[in-house]
């Protein structure tokens, strides 16, 4: 692969070829607003937020999908491209209802967390909207469990169509028209059972405005909740995931940019890796069968654990160790397993330890 | 995974699926798998039934459930006559081709076609387009391992790779899917009767002194059982006592009244777990655990990539880690064991374990690694860690080519039971439905117990899509709602063991691997009846 | 005094006229998948604004019809919004004063028939229909769907190998189509916004000059699948089904009546246009894959068909359209009248007939007319004339080729329909009489010409070509179980003949005489859909990657245009008529393609037609 050379804001960057004016400015840490792009999802250049300008172009480019070349001189502010953001952003709200897009305490949208649209309406000062048309509102599809789509918070940036297509390869979120308009054709209508989505929400992570959003998800903002870079729970693809917690309860997930999963996350992942956590079946305390009602009864620690100490030492003394077997979980850590292997060879004295690795 | 996701997603020129349904078992991967498909990489899916991927692939391939051996030695009868192996990495590498092709030498395509129920024609493409590939990924699943026969179905494929010279290669490789979080991780840290952490053998005098030496105490030198072995050693009374940390066999292992009977056979039973699982309810004794969002630690992937677990809340009640729980028992019942938080455990997981010599907390959550783990092998703190096993040769030297036979299923169709089950996952659900039972969504998408069956038959028995059925075994019956279809062959049913309203298991057989021990989940004969 | 202005009535009429010459581009480059409501309310509103403002019905209903159309674009309107327009529309039509009211009103109702799926879909699914889809318009346009900006930045960057295997991906035929191919690739241009539609068989005939192909390295084929396919027919549509299986890794046996393989462009096209070498040249390439095997001189019958269905796992039917429609007038039968297509044909085997001196006539309007027009000049005929019945703009030859045809010294004979041939003692042709036409009122979007009120003209001919159109032999097929109809055969969208299991058919034989790149698309399709017939599906490797785009150069600049060579020099030989493009020239022409892969709806999902 070879290099090129070009300058950003007068700082000049040498770039593997290929490289779009929008990465090679965020390698330089050089802020070029954006709005429809998604890196690995979608780069279409629809929103023309991230406009520059290139010296010896008339027009400005989209950084975004804009590949540098050796000697480009870019430059990412002007008034010009101030005044085109503005009006890009201008447009982009005029079609929405206000709640969507204002900054407002208050607002009933408040739930669209990280409403990227509202952080660059706050930067370029919009606040009134000045191509305002009336249309009439438009119905939610909301019959899928996990997703639900508002046309009227939809800015139809494809940034959900880049992650159904080209990221989850999954193809059933695609654009459709309404005469001249595009339009989002969410699966998640009445007949959501017969198309092929798979529900992984890998959509709604995307989305900038809360426009497709995850139901089962609890309302926050984004500055109540802690997030915590995990591994998720379920198969052995390994993905990583962000678990928000508001308040010391989990709220939320969102696919990390992890090795194994990009980003990426399925509905197990997404909608079944933290509702169990705090179940209300959860086991709290140790429970110790009673013998003659057959039922469980709750003990405390030390109860339960002199009975299993004390059960185990008598049939290991009367039996040997190998009267005892030991499954461990491959749920669980790798610090957990090795201790209890450790503790089924040191102390119940067998190697009859396993996992369920065959089932 | 010999090879990493990345690499068999984004470097392969071809992949090879065999008894594997990652869209629905492996979803992100199934994903990549998709993305790499519509890149151009070259797709064969040798699966009994129809899966997502088998409309995008070259060449489909379906054969009976239980011949896989049958299949890949097939392969590997086409590989040698064509010529199409690789005789310098074979010279260089590798040892006992010659043995392999005395036993495959049989195996033509007339007669592997005959045992797997497919065209001939599709095998000897499949073995060429396979070969004609610059970098070859063989990726596989249950479909392979869960046979009376899985670990030869794994050697056979091992073969193949070895053969062509794509073990070693970037893109290439022999790639299980594994099914569960740290089912890798699991096995990596020896909770399995024949080895210590990294794979370490017990049988080894010298490891077992190096164990005794570290761990400081005598160390049991007799050879331990597999799990799916326990359970008639505890119908027979070898076993008195079980220990158990997070399963639920009554759901997920075969053949679910040997299951229970050898519960009830137990003189005492200790569980760990989260829930009051079908399981738990024969415990004596319950101990709550801590799920992943509870504690801190480490999984291990399904390509080696030792990741972090983090802790991300408490909820109420009086629950101990349970690592604690552990170290607790072992001090009750007379070992010394520090208390230790899991970084302090990685540690001596390190010192102890070759393959995680480098991994350590503080690396995992270092901005060199940037949340990119550690794949092992990984011997010292400086090591970046493999992508991609045998890069640089064989662990053992030579590679050894293994001599697999082909041998029926345990329990094959008969009049009385003329119809083969095959088990497996979707999508929505995941294992005995533990976490995602517990989530109405998932539910809603599938929620409760069906059986494919492929439309002829059902025709047969006057069975029509989406009519409640009962389905039995020699090992028992249960209620299940018919999906008519052709995505199995005639002869062929199809289930999902999620679902206790019609669970799978209670007809599938526990006819064991003869090496992993594994259940031959994927054959077992059962018959299908309409319920009026 | 009355003074008078020679300036026109409105100051604003000359730029107008300049203006609309824009106007006319933008809706020459009308983009493929928009939806066609949305166009008519273009129209609408363009009516509307035509008006003079005198009488109500155009004056106030088209503005008011344009405001609730408005509402059916926008899928806002329900069936009372219809009827409502439907209504007006008609009071409009019936009661509008002169043709910028009524003839608005018309094309709205017949929209609402022509598109009454759409309408209905805006009305009842508030969506448009599925396929409202907005895609690159070269490659939709192209029925092979070939990956044009690719392999004009191929071009552009010098890379004409790659350029060549670009072509290659999705036709076996570059060189064929940069010779002869109609281009419907440019008629929709995005370009033309700018300026003109790019010359994108100029292009890519640059490239195979530069490049021959059979020079240029395949990718790489298949293994062997062990399965068998049969094609009937070696034209371009059955030589690109079976290039495409042999890459899949199929065996292919391809049986030809003829004895060369080629098909039309071997037998219907004259070396002028599509000199013979560079013909094998494709052919040579497409036999280089491996795995094709050729069986000339074999014609087909039923028995035959039938045993070649049941020994092979698929058979692709593409035999073509070679045989002359006959016209039957008295004298018909005559020494020295013969088919146009059989005189082409006998052209391909390298047999050129000698004309010394003779008058010939050529009878139809098509591009195989001006053919062989075209080939008895270069035959040394004395004097050549083309008889047609309508206008030369109704003709269905290519203009370009009309146009050269005048230039050789070919005399048109317009409005004239042939009524009989004279005779001498011996049975020779003498000459051919005809009833002068008027052209009448339109039909099927066509005027159609009727009898003048005229008398007879007769002109002198020692030689007639009848090129009035050509016949599919599809009796031996039939006989063995394929349907045809109206002289076609039939199958779906997929190809596959109807009734039959194994049996796809494809090309002039299933859609009538049409393109080259029409044939090859059906050849593709076929290819594909047999492959997934045979429960495979092979992904075909390209080896050549799109460059990434430059920005687009906006500055309007003119269309290079293919020159010929002097019509005295060229009339005299069979050698190639058209010259290529300078270097400078394509390259001042590749900098004209906006990639519109790249740019615009090309790069959004279901912006392509392209697949590995």
Redesign the interface.
């Known amino acids: 692969m070879s290099n090129i050379k070009l300058t950003i804001d007068g700082k000049t960057l040498e770039v593997v070829k290929g490289t779009t004016i929008l990465a090679a400015a965020q390698m330089a840490d050089i802020k070029i607003p954006t709005l429809c792009f998604l890196k690995d999802r979608s780069a279409i250049g629809s929103c023309r937020v991230c406009v520059v300008e290139v010296e010896g172009m008339e027009y400005p480019l989209p950084a975004c999908k804009t590949v540098a070349r050796d000697g480009m001189v870019v430059t990412t502010s002007s008034e010009r491209l101030t005044t085109y953001r503005r009006i890009a952003l201008d447009l982009i709200v005029s079609n929405l209802s206000e709640e969507a897009w204002k900054v407002d305490e208050a607002s009933s949208a408040a739930d669209t967390n990280n409403n990227q649209l509202q952080t660059l309406c706050q930067e370029y000062g919009i606040e009134t909207a000045s191509f305002k048309t009336a249309a009439p509102p438009k119905p939610k599809y909301d019959s899928n469990p996990f997703l639900s789509f508002d046309p009227n918070l939809c800015i139809r940036c494809q940034r959900c169509v880049g992650a159904c297509n080209s990221a989850a390869r999954n193809h059933t979120l695609r654009t459709g028209k309404k005469g001249t308009r595009t339009t989002i054709s969410a699966p998640f209508g009445k007949n959501w059972k017969s198309t092929e989505c798979e529900s992984c929400g890998n959509c709604a992570q995307a989305c900038p405005t809360g426009a497709i959003k995850a139901k089962v998800k609890l309302n926050y903002q984004p500055g109540e909740v802690q997030t915590t870079r995990t591994t998720c729970p379920f198969c052995g693809v390994g993905c990583q995931i962000d678990l928000k917690t508001k308040d010391g309860k989990l709220v939320d997930v969102e696919g990390a940019n992890g090795p194994a999963n990009k980003g990426l996350l399925c509905v197990k992942g997404r909608y079944g890796s933290y509702n169990f956590v705090d179940s209300n079946d959860r086991i709290r305390t140790p429970l110790i069968k009673n013998k003659q009602t057959g039922e469980f009864e709750v003990a405390s620690w030390d109860e339960a654990l002199t009975l299993v100490t004390s059960r185990l030492s008598d049939i290991k003394k009367q039996h040997g160790g190998d009267s005892i077997a030991a499954f461990a979980c491959s749920r669980s850590t790798n610090e957990d397993v090795y201790l209890f292997q450790k503790m089924a060879r040191t102390v119940f004295e067998t190697n009859n330890v396993d996992n369920c690795a065959r089932v | 995974m010999t090879n990493s996701i990345d690499d068999v997603t984004q470097e392969s020129d071809l992949i090879m699926l065999v008894g594997s349904n990652p869209e629905e078992a492996h979803p992100v991967i199934g994903m990549q798998i998709r993305a790499a498909v519509e890149r151009g990489c070259k797709l064969i899916v040798v699966d009994p039934r129809d899966i997502g991927l088998t409309a995008y692939a070259d060449i489909r391939i379906k054969l009976k459930p239980g011949t896989n051996v049958a299949y890949a030695n097939g392969i590997m009868h086409v590989l040698i006559k064509e010529g199409l192996i690789d005789k310098d990495y074979i010279a260089d590498r590798t040892q006992g081709i010659d043995e392999l092709a005395k036993i495959v030498e049989d195996c033509t395509p007339a007669r592997t076609a005959a045992i797997c129920d497919i065209d001939e024609r599709d095998l000897i493409a499949a073995a060429k387009l396979y070969a004609a590939a610059p970098r070859a990924a063989i990726v596989y699943c249950l479909g392979v391992t869960e046979h009376s026969t899985g670990t030869d179905g794994v050697m056979s494929l091992s073969n193949i790779a070895m053969a062509t010279g794509n073990l070693g290669k970037r893109g290439g490789g022999v790639n299980p899917l594994r099914g569960q979080n740290n089912v890798q991780g699991a096995c990596d840290m020896g909770a399995g009767p024949d080895d210590f952490p990294g794979y370490q053998k017990v049988a080894n005098p010298k490891v077992l002194a190096k164990f005794e030496q570290a761990w400081g105490t005598k160390l049991s030198a007799v050879k331990g059982i597999k799990a799916t072995e326990c359970f008639p050693a505890m119908t027979e009374g070898k076993i008195k006592a079980l220990f158990m940390f997070g399963e639920d066999p009554v759901r997920t292992d075969p053949d679910t009244h040997h299951v229970i009977e050898a519960l009830k056979s137990l003189e005492f039973f200790a569980v760990v777990d989260l829930f009051m699982t079908e399981t738990a309810k024969y415990a004596d004794v319950i101990l709550p655990g801590r799920s992943f969002a509870e504690k801190e630690g480490t999984f291990s992937n399904t390509e080696r990539r030792v990741q972090r677990v983090r802790k991300a809340v408490d909820i109420e009640g009086d629950t101990l880690p349970d690592s604690e729980i552990f170290i607790e028992i072992m001090n009750r019942m007379g070992y010394k064991q520090p208390a230790l938080t899991p970084a302090e455990v990685m540690g001596e997981i390190a010192s102890l374990t070759p393959s995680y010599g480098g991994v350590s907390h503080a690396r995992l959550d270092s901005e060199e690694l940037d949340g990119r783990g550690l794949q092992w092998p990984c011997p010292d703190a400086n090591h970046p860690g493999t992508p991609v096993l045998h890069m640089n040769g064989f662990t053992k030297g030579k590679g050894e080519f293994a001599v697999p036979v082909y041998q029926p299923s345990a329990e094959l169709p008969d009049a009385e039971y003329p119809l083969v089950l095959s088990t497996g996952r979707v999508l929505s659900q995941y294992n005995a439905q533990a976490m995602t039972g517990r989530v109405s969504g998932l539910n809603e998408i599938e929620g409760s117990s069906f059986i494919e069956i492929n439309s002829k038959d059902a025709a047969n028995l006057g069975i029509e899509d989406g009519e409640c059925v009962s389905v039995s075994s020699r090992r028992g019956s249960i209620k299940s709602v018919a999906r008519v279809s052709e995505k199995t062959k005639p002869g062929q049913t199809w289930m999902p063991f999620h679902f206790q309203d019609g669970n799978s298991n209670w007809l599938t057989i526990a006819a064991l691997d003869s090496i992993a021990k594994a259940p031959e989940f994927k054959v077992c004969a059962i018959k299908v009846e309409k319920l009026v | 005094m009355v003074k008078l202005s020679i300036a026109p009535k409105s100051h604003a009429d000359a730029q107008l006229t300049e203006y609309l010459e824009t106007y006319a581009r933008r809706i020459q480059a009308t983009p493929p998948g928009m939806?066609p409501?949305?166009l008519q309310?273009t129209l609408l509103q363009a009516s509307a604004a035509q008006t003079c403002g005198k009488c109500v019905p155009c004056r106030d209903g088209l503005p008011q019809l344009a405001a609730l159309f408005e509402k059916v674009?926008?899928?806002?309107a329900d069936e009372s919004t219809l009827t409502q327009i439907k209504e007006l529309a008609r009071m409009v039509k019936g009661s509008s004063d002169c043709a910028i009211g009524y003839e608005a009103a018309r094309s709205l109702l017949e929209s609402m028939n022509t598109f009454a799926g759409e309408y209905s879909s805006?009305i009842n699914n508030?969506?448009?229909t599925?396929d409202?889809?907005q895609t690159v318009p070269c490659e939709t346009l192209c029925p092979a769907h070939v990956d044009i900006p690719s392999y004009i930045a191929l071009v552009g960057e010098g890379d004409y190998a790659g350029a060549v295997n670009m072509v290659r991906k999705d036709n076996p035929f570059p060189t064929a189509c940069a010779y002869v191919c109609e281009h419907p690739c440019e008629s929709k241009c995005r370009r033309t916004l700018i300026d003109a539609p790019l010359n994108i068989r100029g292009i890519k005939r640059y490239a195979v000059d530069e490049a021959p192909v059979d020079t240029v390295p395949i990718p790489?084929r298949?293994?062997?699948?062990?399965?068998k396919i049969a094609v009937i027919g070696g034209g371009p549509s059955g030589l690109t089904c079976a290039y495409f299986l042999a890459q899949m890794?199929h065996a292919v046996t391809v049986f030809e009546a003829h004895k060369q393989i080629g098909g039309m462009l071997r037998y219907g096209i004259p070396a002028y246009r599509f000199p013979r070498e560079r013909l094998d040249e494709d052919i040579q390439a497409i036999l280089a894959v491996g795995g094709i095997e050729v069986k000339c001189e074999v014609t087909v019958d039923a028995r035959q068909m039938k045993e070649i269905a049941e020994t092979y796992d698929a058979v692709f039917v593409s035999i073509g359209a070679h045989v002359g429609k006959p016209l039957n007038i008295p004298g018909s039968d005559s020494k020295g009248v013969y088919s146009a297509v059989e005189l082409l044909s006998t052209i391909g085997d390298g047999n050129y007939p000698d004309f010394t001196g003779k008058r010939v006539v050529v009878v139809g309007g098509g591009n195989v007319a001006m053919d062989c027009a075209r080939t008895a000049v270069r035959s040394g005929a004395k004097s050549v004339g083309i008889v047609y019945r309508r206008r030369k703009e109704d003709m269905t030859a290519l203009a370009a080729e009309v146009e050269s045809a005048i230039a050789e010294g070919i005399d048109m004979i317009l409005l004239a329909a042939p009524v009989s041939i004279e005779t001498d003692e011996q049975g020779n042709c003498k000459a051919l009489h005809m009833q002068p036409q008027l052209i009448g009122p339109v039909k099927g979007g066509r005027p159609t010409p009727v009898d003048a009120n005229k008398d007879q003209v007769r002109i002198p001919a020692d030689i007639v070509l009848m090129a009035v159109g050509q016949d599919i032999v599809t009796q031996p097929f039939e006989e063995y179980g394929m349907q045809a109809h109206r002289g076609a055969f039939v199958a779906d969208e997929y190809l596959k003949a109807q009734g039959l299991e194994n049996v796809f058919v494809g090309g002039d034989c299933q859609t009538r005489p049409a393109t080259a790149i029409k044939a090859i698309a059906a050849g593709k399709v076929a290819a594909r859909n047999i492959d997934e017939y045979l429960?495979?599906?092979?992904?075909l490797?390209?080896d050549v990657v799109s460059p990434?785009p430059h920005?687009n150069d906006?500055t309007p600049m003119g269309r290079v245009d293919l020159i010929e060579r002097p019509a005295h020099i060229r009339k005299n030989d069979f050698e190639d008529v058209e010259l290529g493009m300078s270097l400078e020239e394509v390259k001042q022409e590749c900098a004209r393609c906006l990639r519109c892969d790249?740019y615009g709806c090309g790069?959004?999902?279901?912006g392509r037609v392209q697949y590995?």
């Open positions: 939806c409501l949305a309310l674009v926008a899928c806002q805006h508030k969506v448009c599925q409202i889809e790489k298949n293994p062997d699948t062990g399965r890794g429960g495979y599906r092979h992904k490797t390209c990434e920005a906006r790249h790069e959004q999902e279901g590995v």
